[in-house]
């Protein structure tokens, strides 16, 4: 099944996550772009995002990305490190905490470390729990939380 699965060449199965395993990921800086695109996208034009003169006013003291944008940002980031690459079944949900604003012109990563793994009742597959850190430059966490993601296992191979 591994050939059918195009298992990509830093993937891992659930039978090769441990907890305590950890990586980080490249880094990505913030753009305007990246704030009007997610503005468009979505349609959520809240000026604390889009009005330069308006940020100013908040305790931010400029522009903020959107949160969810963060998110997704750091989702593809993660996809960059390749370990669910044609092994990752579903991702099953998160708890998510928006710590601190991510800026334009912030440089952002993410730190993931294995939080758990839990075996299901179907041994081609399993759950691994991440703890998921989004830093930005000055290694300040701007959002945290746990993911959970369900893998095949060494025995759907």
């Not at 996208?41 to 995002?49: A, C, E, L, Q, R």
């Not at 305790?59 to 669910?84: C, N, Q, S, W």
């Not at 601190?100 to 294995?114: E, F, R, S």
Request: hydrophobic share 40%; net charge negative; aromatic share 10%.
């Amino acid at each position: 099944m591994t050939g059918e699965l195009n298992v990509g060449p830093n993937a891992k199965f659930f039978d090769d996550f441990e907890v305590d395993q950890n990586w980080t990921t490249p880094r990505r800086t913030i753009t305007e772009t990246d704030i009007v695109m997610f503005a468009g996208m979505t349609g959520d034009f809240n000026p604390v995002h889009t009005d330069e003169e308006f940020a100013k006013t908040t305790p931010f003291g400029t522009r903020i990305l959107h949160g969810p944008a963060v998110f997704a940002i750091a989702t593809g980031l993660e996809f960059r490190l390749g370990l669910k690459e044609g092994t990752a079944i579903a991702f099953l949900g998160m708890t998510w905490n928006l710590k601190a604003p991510v800026k334009i012109g912030d440089t952002i990563h993410v730190y993931q470390k294995v939080a758990g793994v839990r075996a299901t009742s179907n041994p081609a597959r399993g759950i691994v729990n991440f703890w998921v850190e989004v830093r930005n430059q000055e290694g300040t966490v701007c959002q945290e939380g746990e993911w959970k993601v369900m893998f095949h296992s060494k025995a759907a191979a």
